[in-house]
């Protein structure tokens, strides 16, 4: 059974510093991995994807990076801003046509102006 | 482009009263549709999924039920709700061919407290 763990589960830096968030999970064999943000009392919203045979993603100041045989995903955030503050999870779907995604319990990101 | 639309955004209702929850999509044809519920503490789980108008799979038993009458819309029902059903309902879609692999998008979410 795949499981999806994210340490810390809650993370406050000064407005402006560079920072990473970590993904593990305990299963290699996937699909694709996926990084959200849900800000409070709201819906996810989709980040990046990453597909198995890709090693990252970026998308404006953010890049996803994958190592399937260490078991982990990394977000990084550049000069992170106080509009960052949200909670970011991640989630892995296995391989299979009709896998489902497992989902880690998120870091909560708390950026200091 | 693609939204989705969930509603109502906040619920309160009694402890054996009935429930029901709407999603759509719009901007898009024969979209995977699926429910999550997103507990305090807790990681999402997923409730049901759904690949066709008509075609629901249950993944966990409990006291809710789905339902896919038109190729974009999907709704999450109960007859009888149970203080355990509380909690923070998401419904999502993805597009189809043939798999459930593609990227994951929410709606808003749905509040539903139960008292």
């Known amino acids: 059974k795949q499981e999806v763990t994210q340490i810390p589960a809650a993370l406050s830096v000064p407005e402006g510093e560079n920072l990473v968030l970590n993904c593990s999970f305990t299963d290699s064999a996937i699909y694709n991995l996926q990084w959200f943000r849900q800000d409070p009392g709201k819906g996810l919203t989709s980040l990046l994807l990453i597909q198995s045979s890709q090693r990252e993603q970026t998308s404006g100041r953010l890049n996803a990076s994958l190592d399937k045989s260490s078991g982990r995903s990394t977000l990084y955030i550049a000069a992170s801003q106080p509009g960052d503050s949200a909670t970011y999870l991640c989630a892995v779907r296995p391989t299979g046509a009709n896998s489902k995604l497992t989902f880690g319990k998120g870091i909560t990101l708390s950026v200091r102006p | 482009s693609q939204t989705i639309h969930q509603w109502p955004a906040t619920l309160v209702q009694p402890v054996g009263s009935p429930l029901s929850l709407e999603c759509t999509v719009e901007g898009t044809s024969n979209p995977n549709l699926y429910w999550y519920r997103q507990a305090a503490g807790r990681g999402l789980q997923l409730l049901f999924y759904?690949?066709?108008?008509?075609?629901i799979s249950s993944e966990v038993p409990q006291n809710l039920s789905a339902s896919r009458p038109q190729d974009r819309q999907f709704i999450l029902s109960s007859k009888k709700l149970l203080l355990s059903d509380s909690g923070f309902y998401l419904c999502?879609?993805?597009?189809?061919?043939?798999?459930?692999?593609?990227?994951?998008?929410f709606g808003e979410g749905s509040r539903l407290t139960v008292l």
């Open positions: 759904s690949v066709g108008i008509g075609q």
């Open positions: 999502a879609w993805s597009v189809s061919g043939g798999t459930l692999t593609g990227e994951l998008f």
